[in-house]
């Protein structure tokens, strides 16, 4: 399902923190929301999730303006940094919890978080609690959580910035498959890391200082970034190594390799 900002404005005490973002996620696209630190990327994410309300502007799902709704009627799934599991409950418990919230039946229930930790490489794990799983297998089950619900859009903010490198790079291909095997969840992927979006994303939409700087295929952000900065952000990732095939376009790092050797 789509989803758009329709010259979303948010402020918080008079201050603008995310300035008429007009932007659109197709069916099944990620779109990876890649900018420093305090340029509105999560106030972004929030807007669509529900727990910011615009000051002017609106926020449509397919057809749909969202824009009041609360956020368990919005139908979306979301991934924080810090996992965000409950410690008390079971990992198969963590993963059901939306889902009791909304009153699913038992059985509805089972087959679900069944299939969620399938997905996610986590059946093992059902009887642990979170605090006998490592940092990747929280952040799993955090996913699965997400997932659980059948999500029509799937909300991700800096999902693997609390992981170390390798278990970042592992997870990354995990997203990537995750993506492959949803084809119809549009996924917005908020990240400060260029790796993670030029991975990832369809898209990217660069983001500073409260507005949308650029927007492009990874390939036409890399290859004709529109201003100094999205070159800043962007462009220099050929300076690292690009070792996961990219969701959607292909960039690999030999053509990444190529056109750096052309520049
Ligand atoms: P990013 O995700 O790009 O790091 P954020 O969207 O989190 O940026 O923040 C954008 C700006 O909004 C920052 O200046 C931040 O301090 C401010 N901000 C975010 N949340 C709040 C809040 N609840 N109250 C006041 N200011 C906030």
New binding site residues.
Partial sequence: MSIRFDSVTVA??GNV?LDSLDLTVAPGEVMALL?P???????ALRAVAGFVRPVSGRVLLGERDVTDLPPHRRGIGMVVQQYALFPHLRVEDNVAFGLKARKTPRSEIRARVGEALEMTGMAAYARRYPRELSGGQQQRVAIARALAIRPAVLLLDEPLSALDARLRSGMLAELARLHRELPDVSILY?THDQIEALTLADRIAV?DKARLRACGTPQELYRAPADAFTASFVGNANLLPVTVTPGGAALGAAELTVDTAGA
């Fill in positions: 918080y005490d923190v900018g630190s305090g340029s509105g990327k999560t106030t908020v983001m």
